[in-house]
């Protein structure tokens, strides 16, 4: 429902734009009229309106000084304005301008030109609701409270869709009507939206695909199961992306064309996954085989673990009994916070670390799940290398490192670190400078900025929030020595890594 308020102190004048927006417009509209501009003003404080049209020469409070005070409600929620006026006056125009009018017409107002301006208002306030509502879901992917929400959309339920390809963003655009969809995260080839349970009907409905060729797949789509409430969105999005993750197990989808383009869609899979604790086993056992730099037995605990996600696609099989990409995301998820994380240092001074943990966290990328192993494998490989040719003469710097790389999110400083490795604080500073090449809070601060421009990349935080999560605390602290070591504020930094 669209609500629009005319303001004008000449009752026929109102009614008479009522008529043609009534006959023109093929969409709810909730209409409001207003006398003058105190009515109209006050209406915008207790109404969601998404257009105002106003007279310029009114009692009480004329249509600039309305302009002016609405001007000061926050964008998000501000009205678009339109203008119409009997004064063909350049200064009453550049006024409305100035304070935001979306155009300036003059009376007798010419049909086509209203009704195209208020089109444009419409479709203002729908990117605007869009918005809106992003915010609410990501505020509830984050666990955070709504303090405003409109989530009746969601009251039979929603579903998480999870794309990647080249221009995934295009599924959602072709597949689904503005407002029905709702962008919780996007990278480079990869995004997550929400969508209400009614839209999720539309993806069964798109145009099947009878003989695909595999080869051909645009766009890849993981559908998590249904759920019943906004508040369960960050499990929805876990599921869209387990769902997205069956596309590198012997799991076939359903082909359908979406704006001529072929896509791959992957349902969730409700089976359970059955060697979780096998899993564990042999996590821990490859964690303490790359502590100890052993390349042989990390590989060899690597094939075990991969052994467990059943066959890949175009290998012969029988029937799956569990879950498999359940497994599989399980141990993505301990791949990024036990291994990639504990190296982030190291991965940001090393080019070909960086390079391959980024193709690790970007598991979309991938044609294969051997692809995506490969990667793995080669991360893991030269990180026994670099463990074996940088291990300390001093144990206790190894242990040291070992803490940082795990408490360096927490209030911590030289003298912490030194007391839990129980060593003279002086004789700790001199050899921590002496193995790394750094001093401790600098090495501190490098382990910060790189956690910050992790969280950053996501898209999903804001700045006081990348500060708490990565360790600084201090926001303004925070946003002056990211600067320093990158050349650019977080939140450009973020617009750049999210584009």
């Known amino acids: 429902m669209i609500n629009i308020a005319i303001t004008d102190d000449e009752k026929l004048i109102r009614a008479g734009i ?12 909730n209409f409001f009229e207003c006398k003058n501009g105190e ?8 109404e969601q309106l998404d257009l105002l049209i106003t007279d310029i020469r009114m009692p009480k ?15 998000q929620n501000r009205p678009s304005v339109i203008v119409l006026s009997g004064f063909d006056d350049f200064s009453y125009a550049k006024a409305a301008l100035s304070y935001g009018a ?4 003059l009376k007798p107002v010419d049909q086509k030109e209203l009704v195209e301006a208020v089109n444009k208002a419409i479709e203002i306030s729908r990117q605007k609701e869009q918005h809106r509502n992003e915010l609410v879901m990501q505020s509830f992917l984050h666990g955070e409270v709504a303090r405003t929400s409109d989530t009746s959309l969601f009251a039979n339920g929603l579903y998480c869709v999870a794309v990647s390809g080249d221009n995934p963003g295009c599924f ?6 503005p407002g029905e969809y709702y962008v919780l995260e996007k990278k480079k080839n990869y995004v997550t939206a929400a969508i209400p349970k009614s839209a999720g009907r539309k993806i069964q409905h798109c145009e099947s695909c009878k003989n695909p060729d595999p080869a051909s797949v645009s766009l890849r789509v993981g559908v998590s199961s249904m759920l019943q409430n906004p508040s369960e969105i960050q499990s929805a999005q876990k599921n869209a992306f387990v769902s997205f993750l069956s596309q590198f197990l012997k799991i076939e989808p359903m082909y359908v064309f979406c704006g001529g383009k072929l896509c791959s869609v992957y349902m969730w899979n409700t089976k359970p996954a059955l060697a979780v604790d096998q899993l564990d086993h042999l996590f821990e056992q490859l964690l303490g085989r790359l502590e100890l730099g052993e390349a042989a037995g990390v590989q060899k605990s690597l094939n075990a673990i991969f052994d467990l996600f059943g066959p890949e696609k175009g290998e012969s099989a029988e029937k799956l009994e569990e879950n498999y990409a359940q497994l599989l995301y399980q141990f993505y998820v301990k791949i990024q916070s036990q291994v990639l994380k504990s190296t982030r240092l190291g991965s940001d001074q090393d080019v070909y670390l960086k390079t391959k943990a980024l193709m690790i966290e970007n598991i979309w990328i991938h044609s294969s799940l051997s692809e995506w192993r490969s990667c793995v494998s080669d991360y893991l490989v030269y990180s026994c290398a670099l463990k074996k040719r940088g291990r300390s003469a001093y144990p206790f710097i190894n242990e040291a490192l070992e803490y940082l790389n795990s408490h360096f ?7 912490t670190v030194a007391n839990e490795v129980s060593v003279n604080y002086t004789w700790f500073s001199e050899k921590f400078t002496e193995h790394t090449g750094l001093h401790f809070n600098e090495y501190l601060k490098k382990l910060r900025i ?3 421009k992790r969280l950053l990349a996501k898209g999903c935080y804001k700045v006081y929030e990348v500060s708490n999560l990565s360790g600084f605390g201090d926001v303004k602290y925070f946003m002056k020595t990211f600067r320093e070591e990158t050349g650019v504020t977080p939140t450009e930094y973020k617009k750049l890594s999210t584009v």
């Open 18 to 29: 009522r008529k043609i927006l009534s006959d023109s417009i093929d969409i709810p509209v």
């Open 39 to 46: 009515e109209a003003f006050e209406l915008c404080r207790t």
């Open 61 to 75: 409070m004329d249509g600039i000084e309305l302009m002016r005070q609405v001007s000061g409600i926050d964008s």
């Open 102 to 105: 979306l155009t300036y017409i």
């Open 172 to 177: 959602f655009e072709n597949t689904f009507s």
């Open 409 to 415: 999110t927490k209030n911590i400083n030289m003298a």
């Open 450 to 452: 790189q956690e910050a």
